[in-house]
């Protein structure tokens, strides 16, 4: 009996490549599998799963991860405020080791000795889907035709021809990646340090002119409605929320940074929708959790961030993080109102029956009921102490 390889398939030309390469010049039985994490039409899933039997895999399946995806790792996301560099929402980085957990299990389900994947040897995905592999199932041996060849399109191409595949990939001029938590835009001006992309470029061109006030409902720091409509899953919340603000241009950027392997990077993206709920997220949690929760909740965020972005996601000091956050957001819910316009948006303001912002204890700069100025007095002379003492004993000068 031929040994089972499962394939990360997405019917583009490197993935293509590996079916007929793994299935000709390694005489496997393959069993290719599309996580789907929110990127993909119907219609689509079923060109690729065409596309796979036309290429000659064993057996095809589609894994949806929507759902599970946004409860394992956006839903922490949004709690964290995540943005890589203060720019990124992890779009991809975050889907990538999702489709690699899932994959992996895949993998167990049908007794493959093979695990295969289309990365090539140049970005950060090589190293997301093997270290997930070496974790979760390190006895099945991992395959990745592109990266070992080291082939050109065109000799992927040519491969292709040789062994009867029509081939019709037209070289596009951006690589788009979509899911459900952004869409990154990759292209000429994304290897340059100075270029910014043309407006074609972005998937979603700008259609509304006239600006817009949207009304986000959180519930325990989950986005369960907007305006007047309430969702039976955050997931549909979010997606009901990219098609309302994503025709603005709004949650557009290109975000610099580190790459895994150690080179900087530059990508293009558009997130209309995780740029809003972040923003909305945050607003409403300045208003409802205390300075520390805040303080904490900023640096073990950006650990959770940066190590998720680098494939740790299996790491346990990540469900320690989750915890923590998940237990900061008790508070968090309320409406936070947000104004939409071309390539713009504004937080303008939130309603919480949690709200630390309570004129029954004072208005900043206005008037205090919660203490007397002499309590104050007191406090001031106090808190400064040590730092006065300090200054008194080493005779410094200012």
Request: a negative charge.
């Amino acid at each position: 009996m031929k040994k089972k390889v499962v394939l990360a398939f997405s019917g583009g030309l490197d993935t293509s490549y590996c079916v007929k390469y793994l299935k000709e010049e390694k005489d496997l039985e393959i069993y290719s599998a599309l996580v789907n994490t929110g990127g993909f039409t119907e219609q689509e899933l079923k060109e690729v799963e065409q596309r796979a039997y036309d290429l000659g895999v064993k057996q095809h399946t589609t894994l949806d991860e929507v759902e599970s995806y946004y409860q394992s790792c956006i839903k922490y996301l949004v709690f964290g405020n995540v943005l890589k560099n203060n720019t990124y929402p992890l779009s991809v980085s975050a889907e990538r080791v999702t489709q690699a957990m899932a994959i992996a299990r895949y993998a167990k389900e049908v007794g493959a000795e093979y695990v295969a994947h289309g990365s090539t040897g140049a970005g950060n995905d090589q190293v997301r889907f093997d270290m997930i592999f070496h974790i979760m199932i390190p006895d099945v041996q991992i395959l990745t035709p592109i990266r070992d060849n080291k082939l050109s399109r065109e000799e992927e191409i040519e491969f292709l021809k040789q062994h009867g595949v029509e081939v019709d990939f037209k070289k596009a001029q951006y690589s788009i990646n979509k899911g459900i938590w952004g869409t990154s835009v990759g292209g000429k001006e994304t290897l340059t340090s100075n270029t910014p992309l043309p407006e074609e470029a972005y998937p979603t061109q700008v259609t509304k002119q006239q600006p817009e006030r949207i009304t986000l409902h959180f519930v325990k720091g989950e986005l369960v409605g907007l305006n007047d409509e309430t969702y039976s899953s955050p997931v549909q919340a979010i997606q009901a929320l990219q098609e309302i603000a994503a025709p603005f241009g709004v949650g557009r950027d290109i975000h610099v940074g580190d790459t895994i392997i150690g080179i900087k990077g530059r990508v293009g993206f558009e997130a209309a929708a995780p740029m809003v709920i972040i923003k909305a997220h945050h607003t409403l949690e300045k208003h409802v959790l205390t300075k520390w929760q805040l303080n904490w909740k900023d640096q073990l965020a950006m650990f959770y961030g940066n190590w998720l972005h680098e494939g740790q996601f299996v790491d346990p000091v990540m469900r320690d993080i989750e915890a923590f956050l998940t237990s900061t957001q008790d508070k968090v819910t309320g409406k936070v109102y947000v104004l939409l316009a071309p390539y713009r948006f504004q937080v303008e303001g939130i309603d919480s029956e949690h709200d630390l912002m309570s004129s029954k204890f004072g208005s900043y700069g206005e008037m205090n009921k919660a203490w007397s100025g002499e309590d104050v007095k007191g406090f001031a002379k106090i808190f400064g102490n040590q730092a006065m003492m300090y200054h008194k004993i080493n005779e410094t000068s200012f």
